[in-house]
């Protein structure tokens, strides 16, 4: 049983950096395919970011490219994501997804002055 935990989420001000972890229990991490949902308050979860298991393909939502970026390490059962120039759009609850059907319990990310 794989367990996501979601952390690294709060309150920054607009134009302001915030970077996200994902931490995963068991096996399985370094096989699989991972990503970064958010789901703003009203509206539907949507994708964000993916990485391949070995990191070597990234893909982002037109919506964060070139502000967000998408690692992980391996070794430490970890994912992350590097949120930069933050604007208020981007607040929702952030979750961590493996491939396929794996999700944390999502973290809150606030962007307001």
């Known amino acids: 049983q794989v367990q996501l935990v979601e952390s690294g989420g709060g309150l920054v001000q607009p134009g302001g950096s915030l970077r996200l972890s994902c931490a995963a229990s068991?096996?399985?991490?370094?096989?699989?395919?991972m990503g970064w949902y958010r789901q703003a308050p009203g509206k539907e979860r949507e994708f964000v970011a993916f990485?391949?298991?070995?990191?070597?393909?990234?893909n982002y939502a037109d919506s964060v490219r070139g502000r967000f970026t998408i690692y992980r390490e391996n070794a430490k059962n970890s994912g992350y994501l590097q949120m930069n120039s933050l604007k208020p759009e981007d607040t929702a609850v952030y979750y961590c997804?493996?491939?396929?059907?794996?999700w944390g319990k999502g973290t809150l990310v606030t962007v307001s002055s």
């Open positions: 997804n493996l491939y396929p059907n794996h």
């Open positions: 068991g096996s399985i991490f370094t096989f699989k395919p």
């Open positions: 990485i391949s298991p070995g990191g070597s393909t990234t």
